[in-house]
T-cell receptor, first 106, second 113 residues
Framework: KNEVEQSPQNLTAQEGEFITINCSYS?????LHWLQQHPGGGIVSLFM???GKKKHGRLIATINIQEKHSSLHITASHPRDSAVYIC????????FGTGTRLQVFP | NAGVTQTPKFRVLKTGQSMTLLCAQD?????MYWYRQDPGMGLRLIHY???????AKGEVPDGYNVSRLKKQNFLLGLESAAPSQTSVYFC????????????FGSGTRLTVV
């Protein structure tokens, strides 16, 4: 079993929809990262959090340490949000999930 | 503000050939990392460095070597490329400590035929 599990693996949405991507992990962590990877592009760090909630524009990330779970929400989704979203947890190293591929259609 | 720059962006090698991937960062970060990304798998750590002149093995180090002669550069070498090393390679850097984020390069797509 992977130490970091993301769901769903693939997600299709209509522009304007509210999106939720989930990340569950099975190890003790010091922090959790959400990353964005555009097709053919590099990887961009969106959030790093160790408790509570962070917001940046239309993106919101939450984490529940007791339940070992984090969610990434996108409000008012837009086609430019189409990307792979990757969850990674920090132990003595960074352990990555396999990513959630999001496609937002106009 | 270049951040982390990887060269080359694409490369095709024949089995048995050697090559070096270069990673350069201009943020004065102490830590640097090389990852590989394969379909259906999360990024996996190949080697990392916690400072100039130091290197250490990650999860999947076999077939690769690294060097960090200068703080800003981290080189990944393939001495004798194999088809199993076909992958997308990412370099990343970070300040020391567990509360800092990583900055990633744009990746190198390597195909070994």
């Amino acid at each position: 079993k992977n130490e970091v599990e993301q769901s769903p693996q693939n997600l299709t949405a209509q522009e304007g929809e509210f999106i939720t991507i989930n990340c569950s992990y099975s190890v003790g962590i010091s922090a959790l990262h959400w990353l964005q990877q555009h097709p053919g592009g590099g990887i961009v760090s969106l959030f790093m959090l160790s408790s509570g909630k962070k917001k940046h524009g239309r993106l919101i990330a939450t984490i529940n340490i007791q339940e070992k779970h984090s969610s990434l929400h996108i409000t008012a989704s837009h086609p430019r949000d189409s990307a792979v979203y990757i969850c990674a947890v920090r132990t003595d190293k960074l352990i990555f999930g396999t990513g959630t591929r999001l496609q937002v259609f106009p | 503000n270049a951040g982390v720059t990887q060269t080359p962006k694409f490369r095709v090698l024949k089995t048995g050939q050697s090559m070096t991937l270069l990673c350069a960062q201009d943020m004065n970060h102490e830590y640097m990392y090389w990852y590989r990304q394969d379909p259906g798998m999360g990024l996996r750590l190949i080697h990392y460095s916690v400072g100039e002149g130091t290197t250490a093995k990650g999860e999947v180090p076999d077939g690769y070597n690294v060097s960090r002669l200068k703080k800003q550069n981290f080189l990944l070498g393939l001495e004798s490329a194999a088809p199993s090393q076909t992958s997308v390679y990412f370099c990343a850097s970070s300040p020391p400590g567990q509360y800092y984020g990583y900055t990633f390069g744009s990746g190198t797509r390597l195909t070994v035929v």
